[in-house]
């Protein structure tokens, strides 16, 4: 165990929509019983990609005791995922409505909200 950076889930405020599995490119979070939840903490690397897509506020990042990131576990999960055909939840920009499949999508946070926007709408977002 060590003391590093992980992300904290306010179970309070999560209401289960699942938006931020898909970002997590090591598999660390799932919903269990409706709440998100980080389900092994090797998988984590605290890089808080999660964060800006979640709709509630209820992710942050803090300091704790927890197993080193492993990424020989995450290639593990990630395999046990396929082999469960588990796929992510493709998600869309707010703008033009296109899917992460047709472009790259970048998590963008606006007065409180939280939304994806594409590489293409993004250079309009910025210079309106
Ligand atoms: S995005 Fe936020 S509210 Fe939705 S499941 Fe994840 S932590 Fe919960």
Not at 39 to 68: M, Q
Not at 104 to 117: D, F, N, R, T
Request: with cysteine; proline share 4%.
């Amino acid at each position: 165990m060590t003391s590093r950076t992980m992300v904290k889930i306010d179970e309070e405020l999560c209401n289960g929509c699942g938006l931020c599995i898909s970002p997590c490119a090591e598999g660390a979070l799932e919903i269990v019983d409706g709440k998100a939840r980080v389900i092994k903490d090797e998988l984590c690397d605290g890089a808080g990609f999660c964060i800006g897509v979640c709709p509630s506020g209820a992710l942050s990042l803090e300091n704790r005791e927890a197993e080193a990131f492993s990424e020989q576990a995450v290639i593990i999960k990630r395999e046990k995922d396929a082999e469960k055909g588990l796929k992510y939840i493709p998600q869309h920009c707010f703008s033009c409505n296109s899917s992460e499949e047709e472009k790259y999508l970048l998590p963008v946070k606006h007065k409180g909200e939280a939304l994806w926007c594409c590489t293409r709408c993004l250079p309009q977002l910025i210079h309106g």
